[in-house]
Every structure is written in C-alpha cells, then in structure tokens.
C-alpha cells in the first residue's frame, strides 16, 4: 500500500512530506498494522537495563522536537532518539535543506539543527510521558560562544526525563563540530559531562554519536576516550559529508549530510572496526542505510548490539519495523539462531 501512496508523497518537498509525516503521527494517524512478531522472542532485549521489545530504534533528526515518540513506539520502534535538541530554540540553515536521492535510495540534509530549544521540548517530554524506551540527542546552538556548556545546559534540562542522552559531535551541518572527535577535545567534553552528572547525582547513561567519515587512526583514540569516560554505546553512524563518487542522482552533489543506502556499507565496517576495539566493554549502535532484514542482520554481524534508521523509513514507509522483523526473522530461523544477540560481532573482516 504504501508503495503507491509514496509516489504521490515523492512529487512533495522532501520537508514538506516529512512535516506531513510527522502531523499524521501526531494526530495519531498510526496504521493498525497486523504485527506477527509483536513480543517476539527473538528480539526481545535489554537497553540500559531496561527491557525493549526489540532492538531497532528510530534514530535522531526525525521526532527533532519530540511531538511523535509515542506514536513511534506504536509503529513498533523497540526505542525512539528525540533531538538534536540545542539549548535555544534555532531556524537552521535555508531551505531548501533536504534532498531525496530516488535512485540512490539516499537523502542529502543540510538541515543545521532547527528545533524548538530544550525548555520547549522537555516541556513536552514532561507532559507527555514516553510509553518506551527514550534517548535525547543533545548538541550547541550555532552562535554559541561555549560550545561545552550547552551541550552541558542541555544534560540537564534533560537528564531527569530521558532514558539516556547522546552526545551529537558528528553533524556535518554544524561548523567545525566534528572537532570534538580529536581526542583531547572529545576527553576534555567528555569529562565536563560526566562531572556535572556527579553535581546532578545523575546516573543517566551517556552515549557518544560518530562521524562515519573518521579517519582508521581515530578508532583507537576515541575509543580510548570512551571508555575511560564510562560512556555507555556509542553511535555509528551519522552521515556523511564524503561517498558521492557512487551517486547518480542529480541532486548528488548538493552540500550536507549522506544517508540511507550508500552508507549503509561504510557504517557497518566502521561498526566492525569500532567492535574489533571495544569488544562487549562499550555497546555499539548500528546506524546507516538500515531498510531490510538483511541490512539489520549485516549490522549485527558486525558487531552493533542494536540498531536505528531514518532514510530506510521515507523509503519503506511507517510499517518498516514490522518488515524488519519479519525478513530478519526468515534469516534467523534459517540459521538456526534462538535470539538475535547470538549473532553480534560473528563476522569479523580482517
Ligand atoms: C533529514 C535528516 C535529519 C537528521 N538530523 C539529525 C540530527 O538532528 N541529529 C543526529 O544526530 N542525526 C541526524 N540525522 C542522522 C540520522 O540520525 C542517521 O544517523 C543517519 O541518517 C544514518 O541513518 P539512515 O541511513 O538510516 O538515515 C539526520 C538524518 C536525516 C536524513
């Protein structure tokens, strides 16, 4: 059904369909979709010590000011990341800012963190409770003078409302934000959050979201920063400003972040090297190009515990977790897999 709904979404501004989305969610327009696998065990998993029904999550940048979560969790979304939220309220950069690549099955956004500001979206987080499990991404507005204390200002508005909080350093859309991948900067950051939790007497797990496009170098020093920071999963990953060699849209070359299908291939073997490093100590999140059960399967053999898409669900449309379930299921029983853990990080390129 959705395949002859989306040609008449895709003749839409990729914005305007997404602000239509997210309307037909909020009025609670959530297809009543049979869903076989609900409380399957095969997926049913642990997030944070928390129970979730299933390890697929929607990923940041879609609910930006958290109007839709429960409706996600509806969709069957097994946990929802709000944000990125920055401490004030800011437009982002002009539009048009978001770009669908039909043939690639990809999108281009420059979108430059637009939400409503973290007074008015704990506002209502607080009023609305969130049926799941509930990350917050937090990042600086772009005409701050201290990028550290609004990420610092943002944990705690955040921190008694949310499930966890990712730290947003990968956006390519913010300049010079992915500075804070350098190890010193990322320690130094790392460190201010963790000592203001201690001041909050927070216990709130503390996520890290990556750059898919680092350098192999990278992977060792960040991952040694994360882990002496006692961050809890790391994120990988966010898109990419680079990988439009292979691109025949039209639109390739517009400035902004790279997602769905083309990244799908580099996220997973950065999952793999990150996973080759950090072992079981850190949780790895697989983002990029997830649309299939097969794409989700390849991220956990790479070693992702969990995974979150965005893209695949403007491909696939809302009952998208449902098909992931239903195709990784088919992959699963086919090896002879009980639970979906046991397959984590069992393909290791050299
Ligand atoms: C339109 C759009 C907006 C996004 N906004 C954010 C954001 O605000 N913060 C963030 O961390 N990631 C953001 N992302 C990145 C996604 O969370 C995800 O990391 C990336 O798109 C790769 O996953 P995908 O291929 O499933 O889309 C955005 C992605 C898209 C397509």
């Known amino acids: 059904m959705f ?36 409380n399957s065990h ?20 879609f609910d930006k000011n958290a109007e839709v979560y429960n409706s996600l969790f509806k969709l069957g979304f097994g946990f929802v990341e709000v944000g990125t939220v920055t401490p004030l309220k800011q437009y982002g950069n002009p539009k048009p800012r978001v770009f669908r690549l039909v043939e ?16 008015n979206i704990v506002d209502r987080i607080s009023s609305n409770k969130q049926i799941g499990l509930l990350g917050i991404n937090i990042g600086p507005n772009k005409d701050t003078n201290d990028r550290l204390r609004d990420y610092v200002e943002c944990l705690k508005t955040f921190h008694e409302f949310a499930d966890y909080i990712t730290i947003n350093i990968s956006s390519p859309n913010t300049e010079e934000l992915r500075n804070f991948h350098d190890q010193e900067k990322l320690n130094s950051l790392l460190n201010i959050i963790n000592s203001e939790k201690t001041k909050l007497n927070s216990k709130i797990p503390i996520v890290v979201k990556v ?6 170098q990278e992977i060792p020093k960040i991952s040694d920063v994360l882990l002496s920071n006692n961050i809890k999963a790391v994120i990988l990953s966010n898109t990419s400003d680079s990988t439009r060699d292979k691109l025949s849209d039209i639109q390739k070359h517009q400035k902004g972040g790279l997602s769905g299908k083309p990244i799908e291939e580099k996220s997973t073997i950065l999952i793999n090297k990150f996973y080759k490093t950090l072992g079981n100590k850190i949780k790895i999140i697989g983002v990029g190009g997830v649309d299939s059960g097969i794409s989700a399967y390849n ?36 090896d002879g897999v009980k639970h979906y853990s046991e397959i984590i990080g069992k393909k290791t390129t050299s």
């Open 3 to 38: 395949s002859n709904l989306r040609s008449l979404i895709f003749k839409l501004d990729p914005e305007t369909a997404h602000g239509l989305a997210i309307k037909s969610l909020k009025f609670n327009f959530v297809p009543n979709v049979l869903d076989k696998n609900k």
């Open 42 to 61: 095969l997926f049913k998993t642990k997030l944070f010590e928390k129970e979730i029904e299933n390890p697929i999550g929607m990923a940041a940048g």
């Open 104 to 119: 690639d099955e990809a999108l281009i956004n420059r979108l430059g963190f637009n939400n409503l500001g973290a007074k």
């Open 211 to 216: 750059s898919p496009d680092i350098k192999d």
């Open 299 to 334: 991220k956990f053999l790479a070693g992702a515990s969990y995974v979150q898409l965005y893209t695949g669900m403007v491909y696939r449309g809302p009952n998208i977790v449902n098909l992931i379930k239903k195709e990784l299921k088919e992959l699963l029983i086919r």
